[in-house]
């Protein structure tokens, strides 16, 4: 018996040795974690977790939302993970976004890439390689110029009519104003990018379910955007990989269209978007190989369509509440004397106009999470040094609502305040909002973006009077803003 308990007891020692150990070294490990950035206020267990910032999501709480809370409590720098950290000052934005150090995007956009086919297709929005993206944009740059897309105008002018003859129809009726809003952003995408619509404004109808595929996109980013390993694991691994064979509507519309077209089945003018990738494509196959076609033109569709929709509803939605500013914004539509879709060149310079369209893109703020990797070495962004390999953010909701820039009435749709700026003061303001982000990654889509508001919201308000039904915001679904814009329509002429 003596040498069983002996035995025992030795084994029992070495676990316990072994547990010691062990304990020791995961103890030495989150030790280690936190006191990289040890010097950084936040939430203790946010230092030693991304779990603690992915239960709030997943709880439903919005990035923004905390984030705001958590600069309220500890000022305008703070951590909330273990290698996160957020800034809440205007002048951060140039310093962590800017060209004088381009920093690589954060494992955070992970989520955002889908799979199609099996293979995983990194857009330019997803690609964390600056070298790589440098490459594919001298590329590309050409076809988002702001020239390019003028000549394309014609093609988001028969758009907007189509829009504006379904909206006359039903004139007198309750329209759901976002829902058709949604239609012509996607049709007008289409009809650039493959020099035809899918029909949905024609139709009244989300024809291919795109939408809800679309808003899940976002949704997944928002929920897995904390832990990047993780929606990895569970949704790129081989067995994924190897049984999915479509991501989305989306991509099947995109895989059809670019077989269409290498078939000869659709002929094109060259001038439209997916005709300039394919082009792209055969100078430098190297660098745009037929997978970055398809990544292309579904990350063109579907951050151009969603995102100039639900800006155009959130607009209109202010607009309907400030009749002063309605009442202006018409008065200057109508000693323009424009043509109805308007010229682009007609109304690009009208001021009111201009400020209506840069107050909504400041309140219309990203509520994700856009971090960068701090690197090939340590920074002192804003007076607080940051050790390489850490991920840094900025809360647009904070930086384009700050009062020492805007103003008291920051929280406000008050366009106004652009007018009375000089040309410094509003760079610097449209910086801090960064609606179209900021630096080398800036929007590609930018350009056309603000021709397609402009031409939208001057035809609209030229178009029609707008009784409001049921206007406001609804919450978020996934990362996206809910907008309901119930409205009963009155043609002006």
């Known amino acids: 018996m003596m040498p069983r308990l002996w035995l025992d007891s030795q084994a029992a020692t070495s676990a316990a040795v072994l547990l010691g150990l062990a304990t020791l070294l995961f103890a030495i490990s989150l030790y280690r974690r936190w006191q990289r950035l040890a010097h950084i206020p936040g939430p203790l267990l946010a230092s030693l977790t991304n779990f603690w910032a992915a239960i709030k999501i997943w709880r439903g709480e919005m990035y923004h939302e905390f984030i705001q809370d958590l600069h309220a409590k500890y000022g305008p720098v703070v951590r909330f993970g273990p290698n996160r950290v957020s800034f809440s000052q205007p002048e951060a934005v140039a310093e962590i976004y800017g060209t004088n150090h381009v920093y690589p995007k954060a494992a955070s956009y992970g989520p955002m890439i889908v799979l199609a086919n099996g293979q995983e297709i990194a857009s330019i929005i997803t690609l964390r390689d600056e070298k790589r993206v440098s490459e594919v944009k001298r590329h590309i740059s050409a076809g988002f110029s702001h020239s390019t897309w003028l000549q394309q105008e014609d093609q988001i002018n028969s758009t907007i009519n189509i829009l504006l003859e379904q909206l006359s129809s039903r004139a007198g009726t309750t329209v759901p104003l976002n829902t058709w809003l949604s239609f012509w952003s996607f049709d007008t995408l289409t009809n650039l990018a493959f020099s035809d619509t899918r029909g949905f404004l024609e139709s009244g109808k989300d024809l291919d379910s795109i939408f809800p595929s679309s808003r899940a996109r976002f949704a997944h980013w928002r929920t897995w955007s904390a832990l990047p390993w993780l929606e990895t694991l569970l949704y790129k691994n081989k067995y994924a ?208 973006a603000m021709i397609e508001v402009k031409k939208l919201i001057a035809s609209l308000i030229i178009s029609f009077k707008f009784k409001p039904v049921d206007v406001g915001m609804r919450g978020y679904d996934g990362a996206l803003r809910l907008i309901k814009l119930d409205v009963r329509l009155t043609p002006k002429n």
């Open 241 to 448: 990989q190897t049984s999915q064979k479509t991501s989305n509507p989306l991509a099947t519309l995109a895989m059809q269209r670019i077989k269409e077209r290498k078939s000869g089945e659709k002929n094109a003018t060259g001038r439209d978007l997916l005709g300039r990738y394919l082009a792209a494509s055969q100078q430098a196959p190297d660098v745009i190989a037929p997978k970055d076609v398809l990544a292309l033109t579904i990350s063109t569709i579907h951050a151009g369509s969603e995102t100039t929709a639900l800006f155009s509803s959130f607009l209109l939605t202010h607009l309907l509440k400030e009749h002063q500013v309605l009442a202006k914004l018409e008065d200057e539509l109508q000693n323009a004397s424009v043509a109805v879709p308007p010229a682009f060149n007609e109304i690009d310079k009208l001021p009111y106009l201009d400020a209506v369209i840069h107050e909504g893109l400041r309140l219309q703020t990203n509520p994700n999470c856009t971090e960068r990797t701090v690197s090939p070495h340590n920074a002192d962004i804003c007076g607080t040094v940051i050790p390489a390999g850490t991920d840094v953010s900025i809360s647009e909701v904070l930086t384009a609502r700050d009062k020492t820039l805007y103003g008291s009435d920051a929280e406000s749709f008050r366009p106004e305040r652009w007018l009375d700026v000089d040309k410094a003061r509003k760079a610097e303001m449209i910086r801090a909002a960064f609606a179209f982000a900021y630096g080398r990654r800036v929007c590609t889509g930018q350009h056309l």
